[in-house]
């Protein structure tokens, strides 16, 4: 069975201090995406990873992307209140790549609280 | 340019009953995704269409069946409502290795 998980599931942090999102999978995948959700809202998107090592930035998230150990990091750097939201990682597994997209798989989520 | 926009946005139904979502995906995308959201959880794949037909499903009952139209959009039928489908229906399109997610639409089943 196809997993991606996600940890921790529940994050409180003051603001100012950085953290890491951790996010497993365990199929073949050189493909992953971070979205964020805002209570009530759609998936908005953060970040496309799209081969091993890639790293990419932007303002106080950066995430990279291990494919070798099947992991991806979302780091937040000095955190605001404004970050607070849901952070999702998803795998595309690469058994789509005959032709499918927006076949995702997952991860329950890290619901990210921010406090002053 | 529109993104890809779903429509109702919010709607209550009744056990047992069916209901039909509509998705338009973003201009120049041929392939609609649906995915289920159940609060506090992931979205699911449902299920992904790709000229007019179903390519690939994910673990849904047959209660679940879509349709895609000549002008790329689509619909999501649900069958016999039951309340565990109350749910944030997330419909996505996809150019390249850029998925986009519309707004959602809200399913409360009572």
């Known amino acids: 069975e196809l997993k991606v998980e996600q940890n921790p599931l529940f994050l409180s942090m003051q603001e100012g201090k950085n953290y890491t999102i951790y996010c497993n999978y365990s199929?073949?995948?050189?493909?992953l995406y971070w979205y964020r959700q805002d209570p009530g809202k759609s998936l908005e998107s953060l970040f496309v990873?799209?081969?091993?090592?890639a790293v990419k930035q932007e303002g106080r998230l950066m995430a990279s992307l291990d494919t070798k150990a099947r992991l991806s990091t979302l780091h937040i750097t000095a955190a605001v209140h404004d970050l607070s939201a849901t952070y999702f990682c998803?795998?595309?597994?690469?058994?789509?790549?005959?032709?499918?997209?927006?076949?995702?798989?997952f991860g329950k989520g890290t619901k990210l609280s921010v406090k002053p | 340019d529109a993104g890809v926009t779903q429509s109702p946005t919010h709607l209550i139904k009744t056990r047992g009953q069916q209901v039909t979502l509509r998705c338009s995906p973003k201009?120049?995308?041929?392939?609609v995704s649906w995915y289920q959201q159940a609060l506090g959880q992931g979205p699911q794949f449902i299920f992904q269409?790709?000229?007019?037909?179903?390519?690939q499903r994910g673990n849904f009952p047959d209660r679940f069946s879509g349709h895609q139209f000549p002008n790329y959009s689509s619909e999501l039928n649900v069958n016999a409502l039951l309340l565990g489908d109350s749910a944030l229906y997330l419909c996505?399109?996809?150019?390249?290795?850029?998925?986009?997610f519309g707004e959602g639409s809200w399913l409360t089943v009572v």
């Open positions: 990873l799209l081969s091993n090592g």
């Open positions: 996505a399109s996809s150019s390249r290795r850029t998925i986009y």
């Open positions: 199929t073949t995948s050189d493909r």
């Open positions: 201009s120049g995308h041929d392939t």
């Open positions: 269409y790709y000229e007019e037909e179903e390519r």
């Open positions: 998803a795998v595309f597994p690469q058994m789509n790549y005959g032709g499918s997209q927006g076949n995702l798989i």
